[in-house]
């Protein structure tokens, strides 16, 4: 991939490990661009790319319910995240599923990928759609879809 993304990475308490692993399977490709990161996810990154040599800029923001899915979000809307992959624990409550949601609607919302789970990342992270100058993703359109002839009382 030749363009510089910056990229979000973020994980809950049970998927932390599944993030730093899929971090470390593609290493290569992630050490080209910006990492930002909810706290002790980046924190556990950092640390595991460190050991192994491999330089990459990470930026930590604050752990997930102190805030960082909050400020993760805000740099969606700002467009300066292009990618965000984030490995959601399905399976545990989290007291902080306002931020959470927020984090998702605005990637929805501003047509930013997000990836949930590892296989889609690795579909994301390898596209070849980030480097097609010919390819501009189009901008969401909220309009309520009018069918033509349709009969009246159908909806």
């Known amino acids: ?6 990229i979000a990475l973020v994980a809950h308490d049970q998927r932390k490990a599944d993030m730093v692993e899929w971090a470390l399977f593609n290493a290569e490709t992630l050490s080209y661009h910006r ?22 800029e990470i ?8 805030g960082g899915d909050a400020e ?13 992959i984030f490995l959601i ?4 409550p989290q007291p ?11 990637c929805r919302i501003h047509n930013v990928p997000i990836a949930c789970n590892r296989y889609s990342a690795d579909l994301m992270i390898t ?17 309520k879809f009018k069918r033509h002839n349709q009969p009246s009382g159908e909806s």
């Open 89 to 92: 624990d399905d399976l545990s």
């Open 1 to 6: 991939m030749n363009k510089k993304l910056t």
């Open 96 to 106: 902080h599923e306002a931020d959470i949601q927020m984090l998702l609607r605005q």
């Open 59 to 66: 930026i930590c923001m604050n752990s997930g319910p102190l």
């Open 72 to 84: 993760i979000a805000a740099m969606v809307v700002r467009h300066e995240i292009q990618l965000a």
């Open 35 to 56: 990492l930002v990161c909810t706290g002790t996810t980046g924190g556990l990154i950092r640390q595991a790319f460190e050991t192994r040599g491999i330089n990459t």
């Open 127 to 143: 596209s070849t759609l980030w480097d097609r100058n010919d390819y501009e993703p189009m901008v969401p359109r909220y309009v």
